[in-house]
């Protein structure tokens, strides 16, 4: 019912920004949105996570302070800007959406589609 496809990634120096991008498309309503990571050999973690009207966003405690996730929701727009980058930042990045439910997910399990992922590599 909605397709996600996600830009922005790319290689960054330790200290700088990136700012990801994810367009979504087909029927949008009443979706709550979502950001996950993933490195080789480790399971799909949290970022950042909205409710479905976009009144609560939580984050990982391992970004909070440099990442922030924003949408326009008139352009079906996500976006997750992430500041003073780590090289433990280095993952590809997915965003993700889910339909029901009332609150915040932080838990990938719970949404329903998924970007196709954008690699960001930190350098130290």
């Known amino acids: 019912q909605v397709q996600l496809v996600e830009s922005g990634g790319g290689l960054v120096q330790a200290g700088g920004s990136l700012r990801l991008s994810c367009a979504a498309s087909?029927?949008?309503?009443?979706?709550?949105m979502g950001w996950f990571r993933q490195t080789p050999g480790k399971e799909r973690e949290f970022v950042a996570a909205?409710?479905?009207?976009?009144?609560?966003?939580i984050y990982a405690d391992s970004v909070k302070g440099r990442f922030t996730m924003s949408s326009d929701n008139a352009k079906n727009m996500l976006y997750l800007q992430m500041n003073s980058l780590k090289p433990e930042d280095t993952a590809v990045y997915y965003c993700?959406?889910?339909?029901?439910?009332?609150?915040?997910?932080?838990?990938?399990?719970?949404?329903?589609?998924w970007g196709q992922g954008t690699q960001v590599t930190v350098s130290s």
């Open positions: 087909g029927r949008t309503s009443r979706y709550a």
């Open positions: 909205a409710n479905w009207s976009d009144s609560i966003t």
């Open positions: 993700a959406a889910r339909q029901g439910g009332h609150g915040t997910s932080s838990t990938p399990g719970e949404y329903n589609y």
